[in-house]
């Protein structure tokens, strides 16, 4: 049961970072996020093993356009504060995406069960984006997860098939403060016999 | 980084197995499993801190009555194999639910995001589904995930709230066999600079 404990406490270490540092950690790449993110798309399971996911990693000067972009969409100057932190304190964003031929596909082959293929994909893109999240922090970063989908999308490079829906942004950089408190329900799993 | 690929062995780990034994792993006990499932539940983030997921865990009595449910409402002998492979092979069941009454909350206190956060809800959802799939199997056991929602739902004890909506039951016992042959897709991390 140990490697148990191990994997439930990278689980509940993952929290949100918003006080961030654009910098890697020392001993850490981006070739070493980039291999965290693929094996973790690569494994997240999917109906009819579908494979919906895909992630791409903007640093650099991308990362820097991208946000800028999202920072000059903001019609305040309160609304402007979480994109410019992005651009400006986060070493990078991976970019989380749903191929939406993978669910089209799927709605073809399996005309009956249409309906359900798109909640299939959301929830499998979640297990991915979150546990790429937690597997991220253990690598000693610190990350936060930002939904601008729509600006994101506007500005990727163009390369970016235009069937890829974007689903988050997770941003990453070395962490310069804790995470804030936070509330917790118990919701207890109760046991029918 | 030695948690990371730990972590990381542990979600590849996870697969579906089908081939199961209505028993637990020796040292293993119903209460480690719901002590997993919560503390997954517990600890996966959503949208605003809303907290929409819930867990329950059937076993015995309640496992078999709500899986001959299932059995009973399909159409043919085909159809009937997984649900009574559920009822017989397998130890117990963990329903996976959203809160529904949480959506509706966030869509009411933040009505110009309203259309989003179903899709928040149901990526939280999918993050502790898998998760826990990777956690139960990480204790030694087989496990496979299953969509039988409104008949599980239907079957259900009547105290579990109908505010709960069904989204999937991971089917858990001892592995009777290993896992299939799974194709792959690669789907490289591009990364832009």
Redesign the interface.
């Known amino acids: 049961?140990a490697?148990?404990q191990?994997?439930?406490?990278?689980?509940?270490n993952?929290r949100?970072i918003y006080n961030l540092k654009p910098e890697l950690p020392e001993g850490?790449t981006?070739e070493?996020i980039?291999e965290?993110?693929?094996?973790?798309?690569?494994?997240?399971?999917s109906a009819f093993?579908s494979?919906p996911?895909?992630?791409?990693?903007?640093?650099?000067?991308?990362?820097k356009k991208v946000w800028d972009s999202v920072v000059n969409a903001m019609p305040t100057d309160n609304a402007k504060m979480r994109p410019k932190a992005c651009r400006d304190e986060a070493y990078g964003s991976?970019i989380f995406f749903v191929e939406e031929k993978a669910t089209q596909k799927l709605q073809s082959d399996f005309a009956a069960f249409a309906e359900?293929f798109p909640?299939?994909a959301?929830?499998?893109?979640?297990?991915v984006?979150?546990?790429s999240?937690?597997?991220v922090e253990?690598?000693g970063l610190g990350c936060n997860?930002q939904?601008y989908n729509p600006l994101v999308r506007a500005a990727l490079?163009q390369d970016v098939p235009t069937s890829w829906t974007v689903?988050?942004q997770l941003i990453f950089g070395v962490k310069n403060g804790e995470a804030g408190a936070?509330?917790?329900?118990?919701?207890?799993?109760?046991?029918?016999?």
């Open positions: 049961m490697n148990v191990e994997f439930l406490n990278t689980i509940e993952r949100t850490i981006v070493d980039k965290t993110v693929q094996r973790i798309t690569k494994n997240g399971p093993n494979q996911n895909r992630a791409l990693i903007l640093t650099g000067t991308t990362h991976v359900v909640a299939c959301q929830q499998s893109s979640g297990a984006q979150i546990e999240w937690a597997a253990a690598l997860l939904h490079p689903h988050s936070k509330e917790f329900n118990e919701n207890p799993v109760k046991i029918y016999n």
